[in-house]
T-cell receptor, first 114, second 111 residues
Framework: ETGVTQTPRHLVMGMTNKKSLKCEQH?????MYWYKQSAKKPLELMFV???????ENNSVPSRFSPECPNSSHLFLHLHTLQPEDSALYLC?????????????FGSGTQLSVL | TQLLEQSPQFLSIQEGENLTVYCNSS?????LQWYRQEPGEGPVLLVT?????EVKKLKRLTFQFGDARKDSSLHITAAQPGDTGLYLC???????????FGKGTHLIIQP
């Protein structure tokens, strides 16, 4: 148990669906992240939020829309996804957002786009 | 683009054997982290190395940061089935924002 909870654990959606991924942490951390993990690729950083403000958007397509209502919750809204978006989506948090900090990861949402 | 190359990609050995996996780059990093990820779970931090030449031990795991802070190795002594997982290295600094992750080494320890 890392203290970071992601729901759902598994999600299957069609290309025309709209869905949301949820992440919650009660570690008192101020930075939250979305990563994408695909087979045969390194973890890709998608978005960073620090004190609820988005500080990084790594050229992610607009069909992915993050939302951070407070320091404990992070959402990733999905719409009109493509099959190549199928991957494990990992949420992480860290204390202040410093690059050298330990990241606490959730268990991920395994997404399949049909 | 900052790259961390991990080798080997896959390794399957018998319980009790020793092994070393590597993490190499042409970039200099201010620190390097090693994570282990088990199936169906997110990565969990094992160690952070900061100083060139630093060696850290975590029970049967020995981590080393290269003198030039461009590479790192993880040595496991007397591997056990519980060591099975995906081992990821991640470098901080190196000219990129955030951590740069390698693709990982898939390790299977057979009983």
């Amino acid at each position: 148990e890392t203290g970071v909870t992601q729901t759902p654990r598994h999600l299957v959606m069609g290309m025309t669906n709209k869905k949301s991924l949820k992440c919650e942490q009660h570690l008192g951390h101020n930075a939250m992240y979305w990563y994408k993990q695909s087979a045969k690729k390194p973890l890709e950083l998608m978005f960073v939020y620090n004190f609820k403000e988005q500080t990084e958007n790594n050229s992610v397509p607009s069909r992915f829309s993050p939302e951070c209502p407070n320091s404990s919750h992070l959402f990733l809204h999905l719409h009109t996804l493509q099959p190549e978006d199928s991957a494990l989506y990992l949420c992480a948090s860290s204390l202040t957002g410093s690059t050298n900090e330990k990241l606490f990861f959730g268990s991920g949402t395994q997404l399949s786009v049909l | 683009t900052q790259l961390l190359e991990q080798s080997p990609q896959f390794l399957s050995i018998q319980e009790g054997e020793n092994l070393t996996v590597y993490c190499n780059s042409s970039s200099v990093f201010s620190s390097l982290q090693w994570y282990r990820q088990e199936p169906g779970e997110g990565p969990v931090l094992l160690v952070t190395v900061v100083t060139g030449g630093e060696v850290k031990k975590l029970k049967r795991l020995t981590f080393q940061f290269g003198d030039a802070r461009k590479d790192s190795s993880l040595h496991i002594t007397a591997a056990q089935p519980g060591d099975t997982g995906l081992y990821l290295c991640a470098g901080a600094g190196g000219g990129a924002d955030g951590l740069t992750f390698g693709k990982g080494t898939h390790l299977i320890i057979q009983p």
